[in-house]
């Protein structure tokens, strides 16, 4: 579990505002993946990503941006948070030829 | 986009009884039925997976059963304990990149 984190923890910002949330892995797994967890909607994929430089949609893209430049690393950008982007954010990760996806500690995003 | 119905949103048992958690989808192309253990405040964790290729999987006190004409997975947890209070979710992979859409959660809580 050691092997992903994700920063900050915890984020407080407002709406309008810029926001990153990192991800890093120490597995070199090939794909990385975003998830946004709601009450009542469960995990929903925002972004993966299946290499360096290869990155696609998920279920609710909208509003998010990500960048994978390198193989650990995988951020999700908020370019102008919204009170509906307040959620706590999961980056998960899985090697290549495997199904077992193992998330990150979690970020809690609040937008006031 | 890929459906999975995960039921009851919520499950009260005691202490030493079995509890049992069903998960349908749509997508027939699916063939990997993980299922994952997140607790209060933590991250969502792998406890049981199930292939196509495979009807039923057993570890210790949880199994998981495929049903895969009908188009449905189950998790089976007997003998609970108070340490297995927690949400589950199950999950199906889907597309070309093996992503995995998830059930939106059971809630189990097992009382003493």
């Known amino acids: 579990d050691a092997g992903i984190t994700q920063s900050p923890r915890y984020k407080i910002t407002e709406t309008g505002r810029q926001v990153t949330l990192m991800c890093h892995q120490t597995w070199s797994h090939s794909y990385m993946f975003w998830y946004r967890q709601d009450l009542g909607h469960g995990l929903r994929l925002i972004y993966y990503?299946?290499?360096?430089?290869?990155?696609d949609k998920g279920e609710v893209p909208d509003g998010y941006v990500v960048s994978r430049s390198k193989t650990e690393n995988f951020p999700l950008t908020l370019e102008s948070a919204t009170r509906s982007q307040t959620s706590v954010y999961f980056c998960?990760?899985?090697?290549?030829?495997?199904?077992?996806?193992?998330f990150g500690p979690g970020t809690r995003l609040t937008v006031l | 986009g890929e459906n999975v119905e995960q039921h009851p949103s919520t499950l009260s048992v005691q202490e030493g009884d079995s509890a049992v958690i069903k998960c349908t989808y749509s997508d027939s192309a699916s063939n990997y039925f993980p299922w994952y253990k997140q607790e209060l405040g933590k991250r969502p964790q792998l406890i049981i997976d199930?292939?196509?290729?495979?009807g039923e999987k057993k570890d210790q006190r949880i199994a998981v059963t495929l049903n895969k004409t009908a188009k449905h997975f189950s998790l089976h947890i007997t003998e609970t304990q108070p340490e297995d209070s927690a949400v589950y979710f199950c999950g199906i992979n889907t597309g070309t990149a093996s992503k995995l859409t998830f059930g939106t959660g059971t809630r189990l809580q097992v009382t003493l």
């Open positions: 998960a990760s899985r090697p290549r030829g495997g199904d077992t996806q193992y």
């Open positions: 990503s299946a290499a360096a430089d290869i990155t």
């Open positions: 199930i292939r196509s290729n495979v």
